[in-house]
């Protein structure tokens, strides 16, 4: 007996809106957030690929990012979703906490050396610089180096989480949690590497 197995619905208008109204199946939605995330970072490979990155795109710029990030929210953390999930949070955070976000890195560099320096940020950062290389990491998502990428978000992560621990109003918990998404990430970066992040 051949049993047949459906294949994952490709997420055109339908799968927007019911993520939109919350009805969606679970499963479709994680298939359909790890292709939007593997064609983000692997580009199209044809032109059906091409008009749903656009579609994305423009979703992404109508109603904001955090609608596609959504979708890779529960991803495991060693996938390319799970990894935009990470870099998506990073830069949401930055966003939100621009001047805590440079007294972190600031606290954690001196702890951190070799991972400022793949970082990137200039000395001293402020909250401009440190806006400056989120962007750069996820602008750096499409494209041949996505590795460098994130080998750069997670040196970053590094940073700020030991800085967090550093400093007096520091939450120790919170800071544990940035260090494990650089472990994440740098997880993703050797596996990207290795031709095994999917």
Same mark, same amino acid.
């Given at each position: 007996?051949? %049993?047949r @197995?459906?294949? *994952?619905?490709? *997420?055109?208008a339908?799968?927007f809106?019911?993520?939109? $109204?919350?009805?969606?199946?679970?499963?479709?939605m994680a298939?359909?957030?790890?292709?939007i995330?593997? +064609?983000?970072?692997r580009? *199209?490979?044809? %032109?059906?690929?091409?008009?749903?990155? $656009?579609r994305?795109?423009?979703?992404?710029?109508?109603?904001?990012?955090?609608?596609?990030a959504? +979708? !890779?929210?529960?991803?495991?953390?060693?996938?390319v979703?799970?990894?935009? !999930?990470? +870099?998506?949070?990073?830069?949401? !955070?930055?966003y939100r906490s621009p001047?805590q976000a440079?007294?972190?890195?600031?606290?954690?560099?001196?702890?951190?050396?070799?991972?400022?320096?793949?970082a990137?940020v200039v000395?001293?950062?402020? *909250?401009? =610089?440190?806006?400056?290389?989120?962007?750069?990491?996820?602008?750096?998502?499409?494209?041949e180096? @996505?590795d460098?990428?994130?080998?750069r978000a997670?040196? @970053?992560?590094?940073?700020?989480?030991?800085?967090?621990?550093?400093? =007096?109003?520091? $939450?120790p918990?919170?800071?544990a949690?940035?260090?494990?998404?650089?472990?994440?990430?740098?997880?993703c970066?050797?596996?990207?590497?290795?031709a095994?992040?999917?």
């Amino acid at each position: 007996m051949t %049993e047949r @197995f459906n294949k *994952p619905a490709l *997420p055109g208008a339908e799968l927007f809106e019911a993520q939109a $109204d919350g009805t969606s199946d679970p499963a479709e939605m994680a298939a359909a957030g790890h292709r939007i995330a593997n +064609l983000l970072v692997r580009g *199209p490979r044809n %032109e059906a690929d091409k008009g749903l990155v $656009d579609r994305v795109l423009h979703l992404a710029d109508a109603e904001g990012l955090g609608v596609i990030a959504d +979708l !890779w929210s529960h991803a495991a953390a060693d996938t390319v979703a799970g990894s935009l !999930w990470r +870099l998506y949070l990073l830069r949401t !955070w930055v966003y939100r906490s621009p001047q805590q976000a440079a007294r972190e890195y600031a606290a954690g560099k001196a702890f951190a050396p070799v991972h400022e320096v793949l970082a990137g940020v200039v000395d001293p950062p402020g *909250p401009d =610089e440190v806006m400056s290389l989120v962007d750069t990491c996820v602008r750096g998502v499409v494209g041949e180096d @996505f590795d460098v990428t994130l080998d750069r978000a997670a040196a @970053f992560a590094h940073i700020v989480g030991v800085g967090r621990a550093q400093l =007096e109003t520091g $939450d120790p918990h919170s800071a544990a949690k940035l260090v494990d998404t650089a472990m994440h990430l740098r997880r993703c970066a050797e596996l990207e590497r290795a031709a095994r992040l999917h």
